[in-house]
């Protein structure tokens, strides 16, 4: 169920990354791809175990629970793997589903969400939790969470992790990094951060907590941001940041493509990721595979996936964010020290890894 594999969020970027990995490590299962987006076909064409179809419905709802189970069935398909937190109901296909989180269920993070969202979310989730055959978790503490909230069996869920795309590495090619500078007209030094812009999320991202940990950081220490992510610009506006005293050290560079992201985090004097939930950050895989110092939240899942090779900070205090990136950037030793932390820890993460242990949760269903 490839539904969300347009999306440019984390979830679009998993349902890519892990279709591509499963057909690179498994060709001798046959793989049936439902997209609801016609212009999809083709894809995946170069595999031959694959066949690509568009489904038709009106909305995601009847997509889900009336279309694609009509359509496995036609197609005698043995099981439904969906990326997102849905599975059919009424199939009887095995089913597989991928839980990002357990936000709505936890007051503390509940509040990021509109009240509509929680209350679906609390009537629908068990459902799809009973109805599902077995359940990936992106993280050890959305795994913990859904067992303790839920009362999901513990054999019925597995931790697997996301990773960084294999491009994003350290960049020893000043070529490379200066035609990538001098595309986006990026300054010699600066602070990262990727977040993109949606306005039911501001508070989630903690955008307001990016803006004024580096207004603070100014005073004290010159440097610019550069902010990258899907409509980012619009920021500006909410922010009222063209009238900031600083605003002309904040650069919106809008959505980047992948193939140039790399060079950013590569030329970055840090990396600043101050969410106040994440149940698994690719951003701070991709920063730690490419040696970036990083600076992130203590809280859910960034900690989870930083471990040591971040300064960890209260993500509401902005005067801790601030110290934190000013230590880096005024010690070599400990941005190397950082940088090095995180590209060894970066190993532990890789799509390869998280295709073969997905398949075997899918082999296993067949085999039962």
């Given at each position: 169920?490839?539904?969300?594999?347009?999306?440019?969020?984390?979830?679009?970027?998993?349902?890519?990354?892990?279709?591509?990995e499963?057909?690179?490590?498994?060709?001798?299962?046959?793989?049936?791809?439902f997209y609801?987006?016609?212009?999809?076909?083709?894809?995946?064409?170069?595999?031959?175990?694959?066949?690509?179809?568009?489904?038709?419905?009106?909305?995601?709802?009847?997509?889900?629970?009336?279309a694609?189970?009509?359509?496995?069935?036609?197609?005698?398909?043995?099981?439904?793997?969906?990326?997102?937190?849905?599975?059919?109901?009424?199939?009887?296909?095995?089913?597989?589903?991928?839980?990002?989180?357990?936000?709505?269920?936890?007051?503390?993070?509940?509040?990021?969400?509109?009240?509509?969202?929680?209350?679906?979310?609390?009537?629908?989730?068990?459902?799809?939790?009973?109805k599902?055959?077995?359940?990936?978790?992106?993280?050890?503490?959305?795994?913990?969470n859904f067992?303790?909230?839920?009362?999901i069996?513990?054999?019925?869920i597995?931790?697997?992790?996301?990773?960084?795309?294999?491009i994003?590495?350290?960049?020893?090619?000043?070529?490379?990094?200066?035609?990538?500078?001098?595309?986006?007209?990026?300054?010699d030094?600066?602070?990262?951060?990727?977040?993109?812009?949606?306005?039911?999320r501001?508070?989630?991202?903690?955008?307001?907590?990016?803006l004024?940990?580096?207004?603070?950081?100014?005073?004290?220490?010159?440097?610019?941001?550069?902010?990258?992510?899907?409509?980012?610009?619009r920021?500006?506006?909410?922010?009222?940041?063209?009238?900031?005293?600083?605003?002309?050290?904040?650069l919106?560079?809008?959505?980047?493509e992948?193939?140039?992201?790399?060079?950013?985090?590569?030329?970055?004097?840090l990396?600043?990721?101050?969410?106040?939930?994440?149940?698994?950050?690719?951003?701070?895989?991709?920063?730690?595979?490419?040696?970036?110092?990083?600076?992130?939240?203590?809280?859910?899942?960034?900690?989870?996936?930083?471990?040591?090779?971040?300064?960890l900070?209260?993500?509401?205090?902005?005067?801790?964010?601030?110290?934190?990136?000013?230590?880096?950037?005024?010690?070599?030793?400990?941005?190397?020290?950082?940088?090095?932390?995180?590209?060894?820890?970066?190993?532990?993460?890789?799509?390869k890894?998280?295709?073969?242990?997905?398949?075997?949760?899918?082999?296993?269903?067949?085999?039962?």
């Amino acid at each position: 169920m490839l539904r969300s594999i347009d999306e440019k969020g984390g979830i679009g970027v998993y349902s890519r990354y892990i279709t591509e990995e499963l057909l690179k490590v498994d060709p001798r299962n046959e793989y049936v791809l439902f997209y609801r987006n016609r212009e999809n076909i083709g894809r995946y064409s170069k595999y031959d175990n694959v066949e690509e179809k568009y489904v038709y419905a009106p909305n995601k709802a009847l997509w889900d629970q009336v279309a694609i189970p009509y359509a496995a069935k036609r197609e005698g398909i043995n099981l439904i793997f969906h990326p997102k937190f849905t599975v059919p109901i009424f199939t009887n296909s095995k089913t597989v589903m991928v839980l990002h989180g357990a936000d709505w269920f936890i007051p503390e993070f509940a509040r990021f969400y509109n009240r509509y969202d929680i209350l679906y979310v609390k009537k629908i989730m068990p459902i799809y939790c009973k109805k599902a055959d077995f359940i990936i978790s992106v993280s050890e503490l959305t795994t913990i969470n859904f067992i303790n909230i839920l009362g999901i069996n513990p054999n019925k869920i597995r931790t697997i992790y996301f990773a960084a795309n294999d491009i994003f590495q350290p960049i020893r090619d000043d070529r490379v990094l200066g035609e990538v500078k001098l595309k986006y007209s990026l300054p010699d030094e600066f602070i990262l951060t990727v977040t993109g812009y949606d306005p039911n999320r501001k508070e989630r991202k903690n955008f307001g907590g990016v803006l004024s940990s580096f207004q603070k950081l100014h005073e004290k220490y010159s440097c610019k941001l550069v902010v990258v992510g899907k409509e980012c610009w619009r920021y500006k506006e909410d922010y009222k940041i063209d009238e900031l005293k600083l605003g002309k050290d904040i650069l919106f560079t809008g959505w980047v493509e992948q193939r140039d992201l790399p060079a950013f985090y590569n030329l970055a004097s840090l990396y600043l990721y101050p969410s106040n939930v994440e149940a698994f950050p690719i951003p701070i895989c991709e920063a730690m595979a490419c040696g970036c110092p990083i600076v992130t939240s203590n809280a859910n899942g960034l900690y989870e996936i930083a471990g040591d090779a971040a300064i960890l900070v209260d993500p509401n205090d902005s005067d801790q964010i601030a110290e934190a990136m000013f230590r880096i950037l005024t010690s070599q030793e400990l941005r190397r020290n950082l940088s090095e932390k995180g590209l060894q820890r970066s190993k532990l993460f890789s799509w390869k890894k998280c295709a073969k242990e997905t398949l075997e949760i899918f082999e296993s269903l067949n085999h039962n």
